[in-house]
């Protein structure tokens, strides 16, 4: 049996390299924070995030060995709804 994943067949994801996490109880926001100061990572993304609502989207966080870019991004739906990808602070 075969299962899908959604997104690109060249994604991490594919690869086993990245995984999208949460942790009840945790602010994804603070997860992503502390992933970015405690580990070494390739992409770091805080997706669909809403400051307002701590649980809201996911972390997706991916590692490739020794090529690490350290990209901590956060992504959003823009006004015409295309996900556009910042700078996470």
């Known amino acids: 049996m075969s299962e899908k994943i959604g997104s690109s067949s060249k994604s991490q994801h594919c690869k086993g390299m990245a995984a999208d996490i949460e942790i009840m109880g945790v602010s994804n926001k603070e997860l992503a924070d502390w992933i970015h100061r405690s580990c ?5 993304i805080l997706e669909f995030h809403d400051m307002e609502e701590p ?3 996911w972390v997706h966080v991916s590692y490739q060995g ?3 870019r350290f990209q901590y991004l956060r992504a959003f739906k823009d006004e015409n709804l295309k996900t556009r990808y910042i700078p996470c602070q």
């Not at 070494?40 to 770091?44: F, G, I, M, R, S």
């Open 66 to 68: 020794e090529e690490c």
């Open 40 to 44: 070494n990572y390739d992409q770091l």
């Open 55 to 57: 649980n809201s989207g």
